[in-house]
């Protein structure tokens, strides 16, 4: 799967999805959010979102270290964490399935897509398959 790595793709990402960071802020500290290595159908998918809930869209976490690993991953590219808005809330609860709670408890909606949407209190856990 392609991965977006370079600076024009992800200008160019980071404006399409609203996110109002400055430029400094894009690096690879462990702690920030770091979009260099996500996939372009996660990308995709977090606009079609936007695009379909009509949802301002921040992204607070993406490659950055400190996520769960795994196949279907931060780290590889398929998962993005997006605040919370009444917008995106009420969309993603009622046109997604509400699936079983997570092992960890957290509830999750499924798109027909396969895409998993999981509440994580703070922020939804988005994984994109």
């Known amino acids: 799967m392609k991965a977006f790595t370079t600076l024009a793709v992800l200008t160019a990402m980071t404006t399409a999805l609203a996110y109002r960071r400055r430029a400094s802020q894009w690096h690879q500290a462990d702690t920030s959010p770091s979009p260099g290595k996500i996939n372009s159908g996660t990308v995709d998918a977090v606009i079609t979102l936007k695009d379909a ?5 921040t992204i607070t976490g ?3 270290v400190g996520h769960a690993s795994g196949t279907y991953s ?5 998962k993005v964490d997006i605040r919370h ?4 809330d009420n969309y993603i609860k009622t046109r997604f399935t509400k699936i079983a709670n997570r092992g960890d408890g957290y509830p999750q909606w499924q798109a027909a897509s396969g895409n998993l949407y999981c509440d994580e209190g703070n922020h939804w ?5």
């Open 53 to 57: 809930s009509g949802s301002a869209i």
């Open 62 to 64: 993406g490659t950055e």
């Open 74 to 78: 931060h780290y590889n590219g398929y």
């Open 85 to 88: 808005t009444t917008t995106l």
């Open 125 to 129: 856990d988005i994984t994109v398959y």
